[in-house]
């Protein structure tokens, strides 16, 4: 398994709008492996449950005690 890396990012940026040409080139590819989509939705939500969990974890933390 791979060492985490202790980094933070000071700021974050989230682009929810996509290029023409991002579009055209995801679209212009001819029947995509569909392992492969699995293997990147598997991740993505991975990724996103774990960040939920450290942000829910730091912010609890962060709080004073009721």
Known sequence: M????????SKLRLVT????????RVAGTRNP???LADLVRQLA??????????????LAGGRLPD
């Open 2 to 9: 791979a060492r985490q890396r202790q980094t933070t990012a």
């Open 17 to 24: 709008e996509t290029t023409d040409e991002a579009v055209a």
């Open 33 to 35: 492996d569909p392992r």
């Open 45 to 58: 939500r991975q990724a996103a449950g774990d960040f939920v969990q450290q942000e829910t974890a730091r």
